[in-house]
């Protein structure tokens, strides 16, 4: 079945650290994001990619790195410069750029700095 | 700024009732409407999306859009304790850029 893919599903981090989060979709989409969810908040755009080897920023990208190798791939790095990284993450994708068909979303990974 | 405004709720209704979910944005501009559901711990599903001004109905779920008042709603009949969940507005603004509600929670009682 196709669909996205996020791993780990839990994942604790230590001050100072950096860790990945990875999302992997296999519906040929171009378009891949991510989002962070915060509770009683809306989801919040960190970066997106329209295309392999191309991406932009979100609303909240300070702190996060990201790289778009593959069409099937865009793992998040949340690096030590983001300062409150406890969050729900979640990696969706789109069929258009345009994103008017709307999301498919993975599962997500739920962040904690311990 | 851009907005999405929802009621956090929650909203309670019976089961076999309808339930209303209401949602007002900022930007004229917006060219597309989505609700998703989110279970507790879950990950968002899209359940409707809309386009136009009017109603557009699947299953059970009606979306309604107004633009001329910024307004969009989703009612879902004969709610089921299944559908107990928070459900979220999303508008595209154009440019990638899709704005979220923080969403309503639902809960169907028995």
């Known amino acids: 079945d196709g669909g996205i893919t996020q791993s780990p599903k839990y994942l604790f981090r230590k001050e100072g650290q950096n860790v990945t989060l990875s999302c992997e979709q296999n519906l040929n989409h171009d378009a891949m994001y991510w989002y962070r969810q915060d509770p009683g908040q809306g989801l919040r755009l960190i970066y997106y990619?329209?295309?392999?080897?191309?991406?932009q920023k979100g609303d909240i990208a300070e702190g996060y790195s990201v790289s778009r190798e593959k069409k099937e791939s865009f793992p998040l790095t949340v690096t030590s410069a983001q300062k409150n990284p406890t969050a729900f993450y979640l990696c969706?994708?789109?069929?258009?750029?345009?994103?008017?068909?709307?999301?498919?979303f993975g599962s997500g990974t739920r962040l904690t700095v311990v | 700024q851009k907005e999405v405004e929802q009621n956090s709720g929650p909203l309670s209704v019976p089961e076999g009732a309808i339930a209303s979910l209401n949602c007002t944005y900022s930007?004229?501009?917006?060219?597309?409407f989505f609700w998703y559901r989110q279970y507790s711990g879950k990950s968002p599903e899209l359940i409707m999306s809309i386009y136009s001004n009017g109603d557009k109905e699947d299953g059970r779920f009606t979306a309604q859009l107004n633009k001329a008042s910024q307004y969009v709603s989703l009612l879902i009949r004969d709610s089921q304790p299944s559908d107990s969940a928070t459900y979220l507005c999303?508008?595209?603004?154009?440019?990638?850029?899709?704005?979220f509600g923080a969403g309503t929670r639902l809960f169907v009682k028995a």
């Open positions: 930007d004229r501009g917006s060219q597309s």
């Open positions: 999303a508008v595209y603004t154009g440019g990638f850029k899709t704005i």
């Open positions: 969706a994708s789109s069929y258009d750029g345009q994103v008017s068909y709307g999301y498919t």
């Open positions: 990619s329209q295309i392999v080897n191309d991406f």
